[in-house]
Structures are given as C-alpha cells and as structure tokens.
C-alpha cells in the first residue's frame, strides 16, 4: 500500500520558518517527480514546488520563489519543503503529490500526471 505522509506543519509568526516533510512508504520517491501544493478556505489549490526524479532539477511559484527551497533525500524516501520568511498568505494545507512531468503555468508548479497523493498538514501564520 503506498502512502504519502506529510508533517512539520504547525502555527508559526510572520518572518517565522518552517520544514515540511513528505514520507512515503510502498514507492521509491527517487523513481518519482514530487510536488507541493496548498490550499486555503475559498482559494483553488495551488502549486508551490516541484523536484523531478532524475537530475532532480527544481521549480517554484513565483509567490514563494526566493523563500522556499524543496529537496529530497533517498535514504530516507522523503522530500522536504522548507519555508521561510513566512507570510500570513502562505496559511494553507500543504500536500505533496508523487506523479510526473514538473512544469511552470500561470507562475504555480504543476504535475502533467499525478499517481499518488498525501493527506496534508496544516500551516499558519499568524501573530
């Protein structure tokens, strides 16, 4: 059975920071094209990161480029999403997703396909 399982999310203050995680068990990260996304009340869901598989090349939204920074790390099957400068706007649930073909549109990331996804956690910023 393959899941994805995301942590690390949790209240923070403006300027604050945060790692996210994204550990899957039944599927070999590596062999996979990974990216984040997050949703808040009212707004659709949007793409902040992705990483591919193979020379793990790297994508960001505009909205978080400069403030983010996704990596992975094989012997442990996890990606990581770490943020900084946290914003109130960055509120939202974060999933990762497991699937293929990272590409930029509209200045989000995007998945071409998508196979697998997690369950979210939850980000606030907030004073």
């Known amino acids: 059975q393959v899941q994805l399982v995301e942590s690390g999310g949790g209240l923070v203050q403006p300027g604050g920071s945060l790692r996210l995680s994204c550990a899957a068990s039944?599927?070999?990260?590596?062999?996979?094209?990974i990216g984040w996304f997050r949703q808040s009340p009212g707004k659709e869901r949007e793409g902040v990161s992705c990483i591919e598989g193979d020379f793990g090349a790297t994508l960001y939204a505009d909205s978080v480029k400069g403030r983010i920074s996704i990596s992975r790390d094989h012997r442990k099957n996890t990606v990581y999403l770490q943020m900084n400068s946290l914003k109130p706007d960055d509120t939202a649930v974060y999933s990762c997703?497991?699937?293929?073909?990272?590409?930029?549109?509209?200045?989000?990331?995007?998945?071409?396909?998508?196979?697998?996804w997690g369950q979210g956690t939850q980000v606030t910023v907030s004073s």
């Open positions: 039944g599927v070999t990260l590596a062999n996979w094209h």
């Open positions: 997703a497991a699937g293929y073909g990272c590409y930029v549109r509209d200045g989000t990331t995007l998945l071409r396909s998508t196979q697998y």
